[in-house]
């Protein structure tokens, strides 16, 4: 059964003050490892998709990156709006997405 | 613009009652997803269509039904709500293929 964990379940972060998400996965026969961004009473929103180890993608103040076990999301220079649950999911090979529990961020200003 | 919609937003039911959630895409995908989302457990699928007149079970599929007569739609139907089948539930639609899924706004469901 594929499981992915989350880490930590909830980050309270200073403006501009940078950390890391953890999403560590097992799965037979990895498509992709996708990071959404979750607003409080809204559906998930895409941000990254990784298909292998080593590739990195970038977005704004986010990067993703992917090893052979685990994914990270990296937060660099946070702002307030950067607030809100991100959630991990891997794809196996039927095309299903299996989700991580999700890490809350707040960042203050 | 091409989306996804679920109706309605909010519901309140009472047990023993069926319900039906409504879920309506136009990106034309072919796969379509239900998921149900509960504080502490994250985002647990529930039932899955990869085209018209397919449909599978997703790990928490007790209790719900889906049909699939075109591409658009995906209706989700509790045949008897449980006050545990109170949720917030999510629609998805990707590509076929390894694509990204793309989420409607939920509806939040009530059984009293």
């Known amino acids: 059964e594929d499981q992915v964990t989350q880490s930590p379940e909830a980050l309270r972060l200073q403006e501009g003050e940078s950390s890391s998400l953890n999403c560590s996965y097992t799965?037979?026969?990895?498509?992709?490892l996708f990071w959404y961004r979750q607003d409080p009473g809204k559906g998930p929103e895409f941000l990254f998709t990784?298909?292998?180890a080593g590739e990195e993608k970038e977005k704004e103040r986010l990067k993703a990156t992917l090893t052979k076990k685990e994914s990270f999301l990296h937060i660099t220079a946070p702002k307030p709006e950067d607030s809100a649950t991100y959630l991990c999911?891997?794809?196996?090979?039927?095309?299903?997405?299996?989700f991580g529990a999700g890490t809350t961020v707040t960042v203050r200003a | 613009d091409a989306e996804i919609t679920q109706s309605p937003r909010h519901k309140i039911t009472e047990t023993g009652r069926q319900v039906t959630l409504a879920c309506h895409q136009t990106?034309?995908?072919?796969?379509m997803f239900w998921y149900r989302q509960d504080l502490g457990h994250g985002l647990r699928l529930i039932h899955y269509?990869?085209?018209?007149?397919?449909?599978n079970k997703g790990e928490v599929s007790d209790g719900y039904s889906v049909s699939r007569s075109n591409t658009e739609d995906l209706p989700l139907t509790l045949e008897s709500a449980a006050s545990s089948q109170t949720s917030v539930y999510f629609c998805?639609?990707?590509?076929?293929?390894?694509?990204?899924?793309?989420f409607g706004q939920g509806t939040r469901l009530t059984v009293v």
């Open positions: 998805a639609s990707s590509e076929s293929g390894g694509s990204e899924a793309f």
């Open positions: 799965v037979s026969g990895l498509r992709g």
């Open positions: 990784l298909y292998s």
């Open positions: 999911a891997v794809q196996a090979n039927d095309y299903k997405l299996s």
């Open positions: 990106w034309n995908h072919n796969n």
């Open positions: 269509s990869y085209g018209v007149q397919d449909t």
